[in-house]
């Protein structure tokens, strides 16, 4: 009998160790278990943080990427990711502060945004832990140049006419061919009538369908439906290597993405719908991107074939707001604004509807925007006049 009393104390006694052990393991198990949700709901935020600093910096004025920093003030970039910490963190966290950090790396604007919180421990402290689990969490997001993205109208613009030094808010033109009209540029006819640089948008037929004129219209107010893509691997290419590139990338026009290579559309581009349509276009004031090919003067005449079997290789996006146009010859067709969004263009506007001659151009003035539709990797540093055309895209690199 004394021993079976014995035994039952060292029961009582193992037991008793054995709860606390327990207790404490599950003591901490809920307080990590509550750090781990908090620490997921930190990370969601520095990413959201990231992504809404750098896109103050995409939304600012300038190419380079000293230019945009110096538009935007890094506490208003600072502020942005703050509001975003404060709508997505958890609220088990009792306090959470982020540090911003704003570099120039690799032809990219890089934003870091770290965030530190502190999640209060509740039966961990039972067993002699603190009074709360601090977590540290970090995401970066970069603003670069896009290669491509949706909603792109179908007119190949010459490089050869965009201005090198062109920022937004520059005001410039854009020639293309009228009827019997070559561009007075280094831009080259069109090898055939017919060719007058516009383009079938990805995924069509070369005959649109029997409705050419009318489907063209519609393109030019509402955009491109799939993502046009400039070339890839242009980095660090110019002159005959890079119309090389252009030319061996596009043998036929792209009928999967991506599409960088666009058939031609013997569309005019002063047709009576097409020429409304661009009226339409400019009273929106609505920023657009046309996509460029690259002229001879740089890299060699680089679209080929003619007509619907013309292939035009998508040297890059420019970014835009169209604020008239003049088609040439006979009766003059003209139609400009330069009030609102078209402001820039005021003195060019009345320049444009008394021009007499029988040039035939889009009045326009550089913008920036922001993309979507292309995950392409861009070899183009922000600022480099031969491939950044102000298309941008924000995305998470961290």
């Not at 990590?32 to 709901?41: D, E, K, N, P």
Request: glycine share 12%; with cysteine.
């Amino acid at each position: 009998m004394t021993r079976r009393r014995d035994e039952g104390g060292a029961i009582a006694v193992m037991t008793a160790l054995l709860s606390v052990a327990l207790l404490t393991i599950g003591a901490f198990s809920v307080d990590l278990g509550v750090a781990y949700t908090s620490r997921m709901a930190l990370q969601t935020a520095a990413d959201a943080g990231a992504l809404a600093a750098a896109a103050t910096y995409a939304d600012g004025a300038g190419r380079t990427c000293a230019d945009l920093r110096a538009a935007v003030p890094e506490a208003t970039a600072r502020a942005a990711a703050d509001r975003y910490l404060a709508a997505n963190r958890s609220s088990l966290t009792t306090s959470a502060t982020g540090t911003l950090s704003v570099t120039c790396t690799g032809g990219a604007l890089r934003v870091s945004y770290t965030v530190r919180g502190d999640t209060p421990t509740y039966l961990g402290r039972l067993a002699g832990a603190g009074d709360a689990l601090t977590a540290a969490v970090r995401a970066g997001a970069a603003v670069e140049v896009s290669p491509g993205g949706n909603g792109l109208r179908p007119l190949a613009i010459c490089g050869a006419d965009i201005p090198a030094d062109a920022t937004p808010g520059s005001v410039w033109r854009a020639y293309v061919p009228g009827i019997g009209l070559a561009p007075p540029s280094t831009c080259p006819l069109p090898p055939t009538p017919g060719d007058w640089w516009t383009l079938d948008c990805p995924g069509e037929s070369d005959d649109d369908g029997g409705n050419g004129q009318a489907q063209l219209a519609t393109q030019i107010r509402n955009g491109c439906s799939l993502p046009i893509t400039a070339v890839s691997g242009q980095g660090g290419l110019a002159g005959t290597a890079l119309g090389n590139l252009l030319r061996s990338a596009c043998p036929t026009a792209s009928t999967a993405p991506p599409y960088s290579c666009l058939s031609g559309d013997p569309g005019q581009p002063d047709a009576g719908q097409v020429r409304d349509a661009w009226a339409a276009l400019i009273d929106s004031g609505r920023t657009i991107g046309l996509p460029v090919f690259c002229g001879p003067a740089t890299c060699g005449p680089t679209f080929t074939g003619t007509g619907t079997h013309a292939v035009f290789p998508v040297q890059r996006v420019v970014v835009v707001t169209v604020c008239g146009y003049h088609f040439g010859k006979q009766l003059k067709k003209r139609y400009s604004s330069g009030i609102g969004v078209c402001t820039p263009a005021s003195a060019a506007a009345s320049a444009l509807m008394a021009d007499e001659t029988d040039t035939s151009y889009l009045l326009l003035v550089a913008r920036t925007l922001f993309a979507s539709g292309s995950t392409q990797e861009t070899g183009c540093a922000l600022g480099d006049t031969t491939c950044d055309g102000g298309l941008r895209r924000v995305r998470l690199v961290e």
